[in-house]
């Protein structure tokens, strides 16, 4: 009975082993030959693509995704990220020591525009201080009452080589020459 049982066991196993064959044979619908060195795989079919691995489906293209796009998701959505805060481009203007010129001509001749200095003033003379001018580092040489921060009145602008604020009298002293120039 020993016998019998073990060659029961046996014959399990070897149908297993043969089930296995026939299966492997089925699935890639070619003989398997045998060779001195074992299991040898059947050739590629005429038409098989050249980089698959007997006849097994070429693997999927990586997904495209817009220029634009940073990053992929799972599913396979682009996803874009917010643009970034538009911040407004730092001013460019400043004060420029200019002594004895006219700030329209001086400015276009560096290629930009005489405009109003934070505080209101186009030009700074001994009469007209405005606080940016000194914090600029313009000099001055002769003012008038002294050379603190101070205006003669409101929108001093150039006037020739002159700094003048509105209803300044133009009386052409030493400490009416334009010292600096505001340019953007």
Not at 23 to 44: D, M, S, V, Y
Not at 47 to 67: F, I, K, R, V
Not at 145 to 174: F, I, L, M, R, T
Request: aromatic letters at 6%; a negative charge.
């Amino acid at each position: 009975m020993a016998s019998l049982a073990s060659f029961a066991r046996l014959s399990g196993t070897f149908v297993v082993l043969a089930l296995g064959a026939v299966a492997a044979t089925a699935c890639f619908n070619a003989p398997i030959e045998l060779n001195e060195n074992g299991i040898k795989l059947p050739e590629r079919a005429e038409g098989d693509d050249a980089g698959t691995e007997q006849g097994l489906p070429s693997p999927a293209p990586p997904p495209t995704t817009n220029s634009t796009a940073t990053t992929v998701e799972d599913a396979g959505t682009v996803t874009t990220p917010p643009p970034p805060d538009a911040a407004p481009p730092p001013s460019t203007a400043k004060w420029f020591q200019a002594n004895g010129q006219d700030c329209v001509a001086f400015c276009a001749g560096g290629g930009s525009v005489n405009v109003a200095s934070p505080d209101g003033a186009k030009c700074t003379s001994g009469e007209n201080i405005p606080q940016s001018a000194v914090t600029a580092g313009i000099t001055y040489d002769k003012c008038f009452p002294n050379c603190n921060p101070h205006v003669a009145g409101s929108n001093p602008h150039s006037d020739k080589g002159e700094c003048y604020a509105d209803g300044q009298k133009h009386d052409g002293d030493s400490t009416d020459k334009t010292r600096g120039c505001f340019c953007q």
